[in-house]
């Protein structure tokens, strides 16, 4: 099958969703992959035919054993990556889980050696640089009740006109 010229030049972005979830004091749930040197939120890659609500629902039952409901979107990161191209990302609200809830927590063993409770001030020391952006940017849209779109984990700078 040819591919038209407008066709090559659209981006075909990598989708992932996650859920940023707190305890009762204000830190954000984070979890120790056994693939990666940094620790990550609950989540992962969209698949085809899904939305990327489905797949943060998803993906936080796999890897948590968990199944709470997401609440609404709090951040959109265009964050490329070198090794995989155009990506797009997605980040709802988990909420609070409460302490009979988190004791629930049954870990997926063959992906993640852990999670922890993280203040928000802590997260940069535990992961990347922009997922630690990400991160905060949509904790504080969580308090402002507005989803906030974020390009590698910043807010972009209004394009000249």
């Not at 308090?143 to 390009?151: D, F, K, N």
Request: net charge negative.
């Amino acid at each position: 099958m040819a591919v038209n010229e407008h066709e090559a030049k659209m981006a075909h972005p990598r989708m992932a969703a996650g859920a940023l979830f707190f305890d009762t004091d204000g830190r954000v749930l984070m979890v120790e992959p056994t693939y990666k040197d940094y620790w990550d939120i609950p989540g992962g890659y969209v698949e085809a035919g899904e939305s990327p609500l489905q797949a943060a629902v998803r993906e936080v039952r796999e890897e948590l054993g968990i199944t709470p409901p997401l609440g609404r979107l709090l951040a959109v990161d265009w964050a490329p990556n070198d090794a995989e191209g155009d990506k797009v990302l997605y980040l709802f609200d988990g909420g609070q889980l409460t302490p009979e809830l988190t004791s629930r927590i049954t870990l997926q063993a063959d992906e993640l050696r852990g999670f922890h409770f993280v203040s928000l001030a802590d997260v940069e020391k535990r992961t990347i640089p922009r997922l630690a952006r990400r991160i905060r940017t949509a904790a504080k849209a969580r308090e402002s009740a507005t989803p906030i779109y974020l390009e590698h984990g910043r807010v972009p700078d209004a394009p000249a006109a």
